[in-house]
């Protein structure tokens, strides 16, 4: 096993001395792909895909915060024309989108990066606007959103899935899993959290059905289940993740026991041989703000998943280095920190300052602005050195 605190090195007078290492920045083995370091680039949605069409812009972008041998995995992409929630929000149903896709995919293996799409269905997150027709979002209930915890006012009741639509959603991500594959991603990852149309199956405070997609903790974790094991027939387990957020609330999204949620899920993601579990950390009680006086922990479901497991949710430098040292954690996914600092795993490297990231240009249309501008260390040195 690693020492992740401490390590020998032999000296030129054969004297032994400790030589710290930094666990974020320790290579590691996840299935086939091999490494370089523990700093994931985490599933950004940042609203410059123009007409759900990924752009050239985001070729700079993620080729920015590539490294080689670093892990990527990207903003989330709607698998099918009912999957979109928000504006300019790319897409990988289409041929136009893979077309679109080729060329950023391209740019990050160039640099040696390993790179996975995020696969993504809105559900009730929506509105008619999104939908083909001016259509009702679809979810597993008809009950509406009445709070995000966002600016955002309000959201048209949903419609209900029919049991014998669902095969048909299912699909969608099949075909989506095969259309990144075709863009030259490395794997996919299924969206299965933030109060989106797969956790709003998994959650008992939406999901109130009476089929066998509903009730009880297995039917309720049958449909994203059944997801993963159709993505994972498609394109090889060992090209999927699966991201959870058992213990939010996003999108008045939440589960009366997300413990036992969570451990079920990883357990049997586990038993399809899925590549890795990214599980959003219980302090997140908003998608922006953590509290420090939450007390559950993801120990529980990291020990029922026998794959690669990322944390994610509000880490910096010391306490993802804590995560990985305490083994509660194989990978860490930054979001924020990663945005606002491109080099973000040179500056762990070196314990340098850190960017601020502008909050006012999350989710600006801007093909440049709070996306592909912000500074590199060494831009901050004279003569760049």
């Not at 995995?73 to 024309?81: D, H, M, N, P, T």
């Not at 009880?216 to 957020?245: H, M, W, Y």
Request: aromatic content about 10%; hydrophobic content about 35%; charged content about 20%.
């Amino acid at each position: 096993m690693t020492n992740f605190n401490m390590v020998s090195s032999q000296q030129e007078n054969e004297s032994l001395t400790q030589v710290e290492v930094i666990p974020l920045l320790i290579p590691y083995n996840m299935g086939k792909f091999n490494l370089s370091h523990r700093v994931v680039l985490a599933p950004l949605t940042r609203t410059r895909s123009y007409n759900f069409v990924a752009q050239p812009h985001a070729a700079l972008y993620y080729s920015q915060r590539t490294t080689k041998g670093g892990f990527l995995i990207g903003e989330a992409s709607g698998v099918s024309e009912t999957a979109q929630g928000y504006p300019n929000t790319p897409g990988i149903w289409s041929r136009e989108q893979v077309e679109a896709w080729k060329p950023i995919v391209k740019g990050v293996h160039e640099k040696g990066g390993i790179f996975f799409c995020q696969l993504w269905h809105a559900g009730r997150v929506s509105n008619y606007g999104y939908q083909p027709n001016g259509e009702a979002p679809i979810s597993c209930t008809d009950k509406a959103i009445r709070n995000d915890g966002s600016s955002r006012s309000s959201y048209p009741p949903p419609r209900r899935l029919r049991t014998d639509e669902i095969p048909h959603i299912i699909d969608h991500f099949v075909v989506a899993a095969r259309n990144a594959i075709q863009a030259g991603f490395d794997g996919v990852e299924i969206h299965g959290a933030n109060g989106y149309l797969l956790d709003q199956f998994l959650k008992d405070k939406v999901n109130d059905r009476d089929d066998e997609y509903g009730g009880t903790l297995e039917n309720r974790c049958r449909f994203p289940l059944q997801v993963a094991e159709a993505v994972a027939k498609e394109i090889g387990a060992d090209k999927v993740g699966f991201r959870l957020s058992p213990f939010s609330d996003y999108c008045d999204c939440g589960d009366s026991d997300p413990q036992a949620l969570g451990i079920h899920m990883a357990k049997s993601l586990g038993q399809l041989g899925i590549l890795y579990c990214h599980v959003i950390e219980p302090r997140m009680v908003t998608m922006l703000e953590k509290s420090e006086s939450v007390k559950d922990s993801l120990l529980p479901i990291r020990k029922a998943f026998n794959g690669t497991f990322i944390v994610a949710g509000g880490y910096n430098r010391s306490d993802g280095n804590k995560v990985l040292a305490s083994g509660a954690a194989d990978l860490v996914a930054y979001g924020r920190l990663f945005l606002a600092n491109p080099d973000l795993p040179k500056r762990f490297e070196l314990d340098a300052e850190l960017n601020k990231a502008d909050r006012s240009t999350f989710y600006s249309h801007d093909p440049v602005v709070g996306y592909t501008d912000y500074p590199f260390l060494e831009d901050h040195q004279p003569n760049g050195k």
